[in-house]
């Protein structure tokens, strides 16, 4: 099997749509090999306006130890295979946040648990940290971002979740999948995400 089969195929973007002059450009950010930054919309005063967030992020799972890394981790390949494929995106708005998950290669019929944690992935399950918290206290999904689904018959999965606050900058920075649904678990893979604030009021 070639290496490329385990290279990460990770693109995320940050889009800044336009704000009150409506001119339809936007700042957009990508993340992979390289880093590129376009110019974005800008206000009549000449600042740039934005109401409007969004995050995608995909990658091929891949164990801790493959010659190419991914930003996509499992830990128990019979759960989650090397090869399967997820996709995360994140909108956020003024109003609140919407964070959607696809997955795709799983074990059919297996429901997993999946939340958002505070810090990237890593070769230790451990590494991603507890999961993110809108404020602390308990575990919940309206205190966090719960995205629990069960694969259908061709290994597929999605699941969404929307609440009416953002991430705090820095704060949330991977997706685990869990062995069972629920608060907690044992953490079979993990996927890092670029998650963003959203825009400023």
């Known amino acids: 099997m070639v290496a490329g089969v385990f290279?990460?195929?990770?693109?995320?973007a940050v889009?800044?749509?336009?704000?009150?002059?409506?001119s339809g450009t936007a700042d957009r950010v990508?993340?992979?090999?390289?880093d590129r930054v376009e110019s974005g919309a800008t206000d009549r005063a000449g600042s740039r306006t934005s109401d409007r967030v969004e995050v995608r992020a995909e990658a091929r799972f891949a164990p801790p130890t493959a010659f190419v890394p991914s930003a996509a981790i499992t830990y128990e390949q019979q759960l989650v295979p090397a090869a399967?494929?997820?996709e995360v995106t994140q909108r956020s708005d003024q109003i609140g946040t919407r964070v959607s998950l696809r997955v795709k290669g799983l074990q059919p019929g297996h429901a997993y648990g999946v939340h958002v944690h505070q810090k990237p992935c890593g070769a230790d399950?451990?590494?991603a940290g507890p999961h993110y918290q809108n404020e602390p206290g308990p575990m919940?999904?309206?205190n966090e971002v719960w995205l629990d689904f069960t694969a259908a018959k061709d290994?597929?999965?999605?699941?969404?979740?929307?609440?009416?606050?953002?991430f705090r900058r820095g704060e949330a920075a991977a997706v685990v999948l869990h062995r069972?649904?629920?608060g907690a678990g044992e953490r079979l893979a993990c996927f890092s995400v670029p998650f963003a604030p959203p825009p400023a009021g």
């Open 84 to 86: 399967s494929w997820i």
């Open 7 to 12: 290279a990460s195929a990770v693109a995320a």
């Open 140 to 142: 919940n999904p309206e």
């Open 30 to 34: 990508e993340s992979g090999a390289t």
């Open 180 to 182: 069972e649904q629920g």
């Open 155 to 166: 290994g597929s999965g999605k699941a969404s979740a929307v609440h009416n606050w953002g």
């Open 125 to 127: 399950p451990a590494a």
């Open 15 to 22: 889009l800044a749509a336009a704000g009150a002059v409506g």
